[in-house]
């Protein structure tokens, strides 16, 4: 019996309540709990992705809901964390899909659609779960979907402060901070001060 090759078991206390590595399954490379998660990780990939592709909508929204130029179209503003991380999340599972695709000589699936080449690679699962690189799968997992949940919750819109700022009049906006929650001030956006709560209010 081998301990688990996922990466954040191999790192974790060898002794305690939950002694890590944990055991592996038999059959797999994996322990049960990390295996499991690895699993939930690919199948939560398409909704993530939606959440990712409904911010890149919503910013697009917000423009045509904004003001109107004089001339011309205003530019769409875009996410490049979230657009990136998109690009990313495709590559790095067509990767995998690739890697099975050699090793066993298989033909993958016909169309390079995320969903399709997720839904594939999870019916490859239980082959993979034997494979030696599996702990590098489950860790390039965990990152995508932290990644993708952080860039989902930090989308959050600005919201513009009840005045304008002291020094230059220009606009107050709250920004949201990379944890999706309001910063503790205000800050202008054409000098770019930053006043306190009980200036503002």
Known sequence: MNRCLDPICLDGPPEGDDPRPRWALAGSAL???????????????GPRRDALRAVLGGLQGAVSAGNKPTKGTPPVPL??????????MQAT?????????????????????????????????SWLLEHPAVGDLADEMRDLSSTADA????????TRA??????CGGHLLRRITSDG?????????????????????
């Not at 322990?31 to 990939?45: A, H, I, M, S, Y």
């Not at 490049?80 to 990313?88: N, Q, V």
């Not at 009840?162 to 020094?167: E, I, S």
């Open 31 to 45: 322990c049960r709990r990390c295996g499991g998660l690895l699993e939930q990780r690919l199948v939560e990939l």
């Open 79 to 88: 996410n490049i964390a979230a657009h990136d991380h998109l690009t990313l």
């Open 93 to 125: 599972v067509a990767s995998w899909v690739r890697l099975v695709c050699e090793e066993r000589d298989l033909r993958g699936p016909d169309r390079n659609d995320l969903a399709v080449l997720m839904t594939w690679l999870l019916s490859q699962l």
């Open 151 to 158: 860039l989902a919750q930090s989308t959050r819109q600005p």
């Open 162 to 167: 009840g005045a304008d700022c002291f020094d």
């Open 181 to 201: 929650l309001e910063e503790d001030h205000v800050t202008c956006t054409v000098c770019h001060v930053q006043y306190e709560p009980s200036r503002y209010t």
